[in-house]
C-alpha cells in the first residue's frame, strides 16, 4: 500500500507506504496536522494559529512555538512539500493524489450519501487520546 495514510480518528497514527510512522511527539503537534487537515480548504494564517495553540503566549513565543512545531511536523511527513504549502503569513494542508487522510475520506464520504464508507472511515473521536477542543469547536462552526 503506497502513499501517506493518516488517521486522526481514535489514535492518531501515519504511515507511509505501509509502514508506520513515528508518533509526532505532542498534542499540540497532533492538533497542528488536524487543524490544517480539517480546514484545508483556505490557507490558515500562521498568527491565528499561533494565538489558537498558545493563547496565553506573547506574540513573539507564539511565534517561535508555531516555527518550532511546524519544523516537527514537516519532519515527520516524508516530502511534506507534497502535502503542506507554507508560506511566511500562512500554511493550508494540499494533500496528494496518492494520500488518505480518514477525515477527508468521512466527509467526502458523508457528502456523496455512503454511509457505509463514512463508517468505515470513522476511527472515534477525532484526535481520541489527545482531545484538543481548539480543534473541534471551530470544526463544528
Same mark, same amino acid.
Given at each position: 500500500?503506497?502513499?501517506?495514510?493518516?488517521?486522526? !480518528?481514535?489514535?492518531?497514527?501515519l504511515? !507511509?507506504?505501509?509502514?508506520?510512522?513515528?508518533?509526532?511527539? +505532542?498534542?499540540?503537534?497532533? &492538533?497542528?496536522?488536524?487543524?490544517?487537515?480539517?480546514?484545508?480548504?483556505?490557507?490558515?494564517?500562521?498568527?491565528?494559529?499561533?494565538?489558537?495553540?498558545?493563547?496565553?503566549? &506573547?506574540?513573539?513565543?507564539?511565534?517561535?512555538?508555531?516555527?518550532?512545531l511546524?519544523?516537527?511536523?514537516?519532519?515527520?511527513?516524508?516530502?511534506?512539500?507534497? !502535502?503542506?504549502?507554507?508560506?511566511?503569513?500562512?500554511?493550508?494542508?494540499?494533500?496528494?493524489?496518492?494520500?488518505?487522510?480518514?477525515?477527508?475520506? !468521512?466527509?467526502?464520504?458523508?457528502?456523496?450519501?455512503?454511509? +457505509?464508507?463514512?463508517?468505515?472511515?470513522?476511527?472515534?473521536?477525532?484526535?481520541?487520546?489527545?482531545?484538543?477542543?481548539?480543534?473541534?469547536?471551530?470544526?463544528?462552526?
Open positions: 500500500m503506497g502513499g501517506l495514510r493518516i488517521r486522526l !480518528f481514535g489514535e492518531v497514527e504511515s !507511509f507506504a505501509g509502514d508506520r510512522l513515528p508518533e509526532l511527539g +505532542s498534542v499540540r503537534a497532533e &492538533s497542528l496536522l488536524a487543524y490544517l487537515v480539517v480546514h484545508r480548504r483556505a490557507a490558515v494564517p500562521r498568527q491565528r494559529l499561533a494565538d489558537l495553540l498558545w493563547p496565553e503566549s &506573547s506574540e513573539q513565543q507564539e511565534r517561535t512555538n508555531l516555527r518550532q511546524l519544523h516537527r511536523l514537516r519532519q515527520a511527513l516524508p516530502d511534506a512539500d507534497r !502535502f503542506l504549502e507554507v508560506t511566511s503569513r500562512a500554511l493550508r494542508w494540499r494533500g496528494a493524489a496518492d494520500c488518505w487522510v480518514d477525515v477527508v475520506a !468521512f466527509e467526502e464520504s458523508l457528502a456523496d450519501g455512503d454511509q +457505509s464508507a463514512a463508517v468505515e472511515a470513522y476511527g472515534g473521536d477525532l484526535l481520541e487520546g489527545s482531545y484538543d477542543e481548539r480543534v473541534l469547536v471551530p470544526w463544528s462552526a
